[in-house]
């Protein structure tokens, strides 16, 4: 996206990594910036966790940054070793049930996008699963391919490639309809009713930067996202576009920031 803003817009665009915190780090940044569109945020479904994980930021993500379009979003996989009993959710369920406290739940991380999506599962099914928390997705599948744990709530990009060649069972898809990617897979929300969780990027500025570079940001986003090579990119990524209008983007973060402050409540989750 950062390449194709270069070329419409004939101003280049440099990523610029500013990692630690749960994306807090770069998101301060962000805030700090003149808001002359300028600086641009790469705003994560991560940023609507921290709003709540986090109880000391030195800034309000809803009140300080202007949400300009979305990117991308990425279902989750709720997804089991082979070798595991059960075969479909309400068989994970039963199990479950049947053996409060012994399945093992890997993420990549406590507070990211894999734990709370494994959260929302236990608060609306009412099971008990011992969570795992790993740094990072990579030894998390490593170690459900390998049999250590039960189950994971992971993103398609890592676990795609387990799950084409057998070495991983998926059960659903955490998205409100089924993945493009994956579309033989059953909605979660097929038998948890109401059940929806989604990883997904999209563009943020500072607030207070004047809504005709708001708009035009929006526009040259989206002009990306109806693009066949970036849609087939991100389609090979597992991920479906979010195109729409800033309201929309706002309206997405707004309902994802009030969902998992309930879930982050009811788990006691805490930051590392």
Not at 72 to 78: K, Q
Request: hydrophobic fraction near 45%; glycine fraction near 8%; aromatic fraction near 8%.
């Amino acid at each position: 996206m950062g390449q194709w803003l270069s070329d419409r817009l004939g101003q280049q665009f440099v990523v610029e990594n500013r990692p630690g915190a749960g994306g807090n780090i770069g998101t301060e940044v962000a805030v700090r910036a003149p808001p002359d569109g300028y600086t641009i945020l790469l705003v994560v479904s991560a940023n609507t966790v921290n709003a709540t994980l986090y109880n000391n930021l030195s800034f309000n993500f809803i009140r300080d940054i202007a949400p300009v379009a979305g990117i991308f979003v990425v279902p989750l996989i709720m997804e089991v070793h082979p070798s595991f009993p059960a075969k479909s959710v309400p068989e994970f369920v039963a199990f479950a049930k049947a053996n409060p406290g012994k399945v093992t739940m890997a993420s990549s991380s406590i507070g990211s996008a894999q734990h709370i999506a494994g959260e929302l599962f236990k608060f609306m099914t009412g099971i008990e699963m011992l969570h795992v928390p790993y740094r990072g997705s990579t030894p998390a599948v490593t170690d459900l391919v390998s049999g250590q744990v039960h189950v994971m709530f992971d993103v398609t990009p890592s676990s795609l490639p387990h799950i084409k060649a057998g070495a991983l069972r998926p059960l659903a898809v955490t998205t409100a309809i089924r993945s493009e990617t994956l579309p033989e897979i059953p909605v979660l929300g097929d038998f948890v009713p109401g059940y929806e969780a989604s990883a997904w990027l999209g563009f943020g500025v500072p607030t207070n930067t004047p809504m005709a570079i708001v708009d035009m940001l929006n526009r040259e986003v989206n002009a990306g996202l109806a693009d066949s090579t970036i849609k087939k990119r991100f389609a090979d990524l597992g991920a479906d576009v979010l195109p729409g209008s800033s309201a929309d983007f706002r309206n997405l973060i707004a309902t994802d920031t009030e969902k998992w402050a309930k879930v982050i409540r009811f788990a006691g989750i805490k930051p590392q």
